[in-house]
């Protein structure tokens, strides 16, 4: 069965300092890797996919993350925060006939 | 291209009703996909359509249940409602890939 864990409930930057999301998969197979974010009260906006084609993903807003077999890791990057970036992230893997399974999610807190 | 929406956005019951909330897809999706999202529990899967027929489904009860039409729209129903099926219902509709493309959820509230 598919899984991620993702390391932490809640990360605090400052603006214009770099971002780290956590993130381990655990999966039978060559596994489909997503961030997804979620601004409150709305719902999940695609950030990037990984599905083997390349290791280092670029997403939208300047995320990007590395799909790290050894180390079964998927980690969300970005150099520089924003203050609109903060919100929560999840790490989904996909699962048979379009079953996502989420991650616990990460709340990113941005300070000026 | 118009993204994938759903009715309504919030929705107040009490214990004992029943609901049905319902998803567009963006046009020329063929798959729908319902989540439910809580604090204690995160968002899980409840089911998902191909075709108007259901391919997977998830650990919930018999009393969630869903249903995919010809122009592929989506419904899912609750009946005999429990105060532990207040949260946010997203759906998310995709191509053949496994890409997920969600709608703006509907929060539902049981009193």
């Known amino acids: 069965a598919q899984s991620v864990t993702q390391l932490d409930s809640h990360v605090s930057v400052s603006e214009g300092t770099p971002v780290l999301l956590r993130c381990n998969y655990s999966?039978?197979?060559?596994?489909?890797l997503f961030w997804y974010v979620q601004h409150p009260n709305k719902g999940l906006q695609l950030l990037l996919k990984?599905?083997?084609?390349?290791?280092l993903v670029k997403g939208i807003n300047g995320f990007e993350a590395e799909f790290k077999k050894s180390e079964t890791s998927f980690h969300l990057t970005k150099p520089s925060a924003h203050m609109s970036d903060a919100a929560e992230y999840f790490c989904?893997?996909?699962?048979?006939?379009?079953?996502?399974?989420f991650g616990t999610g990460t709340r990113l807190l941005v300070s000026p | 291209k118009a993204g994938v929406t759903q009715t309504p956005r919030y929705l107040i019951k009490t214990r004992g009703q029943q609901v049905t909330l319902s998803c567009s897809p963006i046009?020329?999706?063929?798959?729908v996909s319902w989540y439910q999202q809580t604090p204690g529990q995160g968002l899980q899967f409840l089911f998902e359509?191909?075709?108007?027929?259901?391919?997977n489904k998830g650990n919930f009860p018999g009393r969630f249940s869903g249903r995919q039409f010809s122009n592929s729209r989506s419904e899912m129903n609750v009946s005999t409602l429990e105060l532990g099926d207040s949260a946010l219902y997203l759906c998310?509709?995709?191509?053949?890939?496994?890409?997920?493309?969600f709608g703006p959820g509907t929060r539902l509230t049981v009193l």
């Open positions: 999966s039978s197979y060559s596994p489909s």
């Open positions: 990984y599905t083997s084609a390349a290791t």
């Open positions: 989904v893997v996909s699962g048979s006939f379009q079953k996502l399974v």
């Open positions: 998310a509709s995709s191509l053949a890939s496994d890409t997920q493309y």
């Open positions: 046009s020329g999706h063929r798959s």
């Open positions: 359509y191909f075709s108007e027929t259901q391919r």
